[in-house]
């Protein structure tokens, strides 16, 4: 579930649609929590699937460290890609905002984290990236898991409106990295291994 404090805008041509910020979302804010309404498809299911299933799936899914197949049943569907993103994925199925978002900025992702199956371009940011490709995280998961851990620890001291969908075994992950008895898992857990 997107947070609720965002709304599907239409962005431009090149983009189409995005998810707006609507109020100020501090860094270190959880962004987008994986529900019990998302859906998982396995590599097999998506197989047995007729074409325009497919190509649903191919659009608008990420695929998990199994290799699943992941729809967001809400607006997080539409979060886009930015090299300069300002949300990130952590290992315990939810997103972090890694600096502050404020009202009418889009939030985004860096897709180089959702296992994507083939590169794509991206819009030219001005950054030295300018192409997403499969195996991205294996190249910048360390400096992704620095930006999570420079705002994880904010998490208990905020307005967490998605903090009721998380699994009891999160907070607890959550509680024990930022009272310092875990280390924050690595970005690089979500990866797929074919």
């Given amino acids: 579930m997107i947070h609720p404090n965002t709304r599907l805008e239409f962005i431009s041509e090149e983009v189409g649609h995005g998810v707006v910020a609507t109020k100020f979302i501090p860094a270190g804010t959880i962004t987008w929590v994986l529900d019990d309404l998302d859906r998982e498809f396995t590599p097999k299911q998506y ?17 998990n460290n199994k290799g699943n197949y992941i729809l967001c049943w ?13 949300c990130l994925t952590t290992a315990y199925d939810f997103e972090i ?3 502050d978002i404020h009202p009418g900025e889009q939030l985004t992702d860096d897709y180089g ?3 994507i199956q083939a ?7 001005g950054t030295r990236r300018k192409t997403v490709y499969p195996d991205d995280l294996l190249r910048y998961y360390k400096s992704w898991d620095k930006k999570i851990g420079a705002v ?11 903090k009721p969908l998380l ?3 999160v907070l607890k ?11 924050l898992a690595s970005i690089l857990n979500n990866y797929y291994r074919e």
């Fill in 74 to 86: 809400d607006n997080g569907r539409f979060v886009n890609h930015s090299f300069n993103s300002n």
């Fill in 152 to 162: 994880f620890h904010r998490i208990p001291d905020l307005d967490q409106p998605l």
């Fill in 173 to 183: 992950q959550i509680e024990a990295v930022v009272s310092g008895k875990e280390e």
């Fill in 119 to 125: 590169p794509f371009r991206g819009i030219d940011e």
């Fill in 113 to 115: 984290y959702l296992n």
């Fill in 167 to 169: 699994k009891t075994k």
């Fill in 47 to 63: 197989q047995k699937m007729n074409s325009p299933y497919k190509e649903i799936l191919d659009f608008y899914t990420y695929r």
């Fill in 97 to 99: 905002a890694i600096r």
